[in-house]
């Protein structure tokens, strides 16, 4: 569901072509937006504190015969979240899966490319600090 909710509204479409005609789709949930307190942590590890609220997006569908497909994508994007939940469904398909792993392989790559790109940013503008040792002891 990770990669579902990090994927573009195109490349969903994209996915979703390649399993045209879709089966009958029930929408359990219309997508929905809402909101979510989010919480922060200091340092990662300190005590949690609320940084604010945010939008989320949610999306429940039944896709026959009876595969349930759920998606939260941050933000407003009721579009993304149904395309999201329909590709849930059709990965619970045993028959389906390794359809469905087919097309969400590109949008695994282009996120591990993202996130090496900005590892690498954060990287170059890293400041390491040391003590030096004062003489007059």
Wanted: hydrophobic share 45%; charged share 25%.
């Amino acid at each position: 569901m990770a990669v579902l909710s990090r994927a573009t509204q195109g490349e969903l479409d994209d996915a979703l072509e390649r399993f045209e005609p879709l089966p009958t789709i029930h929408d359990l949930r219309k997508p929905e937006v809402g909101l979510a307190m989010v919480r922060g942590r200091i340092g990662g590890d300190g005590s949690p504190f609320n940084l604010g609220e945010t939008t989320v997006t949610r999306a429940a569908v039944r896709v026959q015969p009876c595969a349930v497909g759920f998606a939260y994508i941050l933000g407003h994007a009721p579009e993304r979240a149904r395309a999201a939940a329909i590709l849930d469904a059709l990965w619970q398909d045993p028959a389906l899966r390794a359809a469905v792993e087919d097309v969400l392989t590109p949008i695994r790559r282009r996120l591990s490319a993202a996130r090496t790109q900005s590892a690498a940013k954060t990287e170059a503008t890293k400041v390491n600090f040391f003590t030096m040792v004062r003489g007059d002891d």
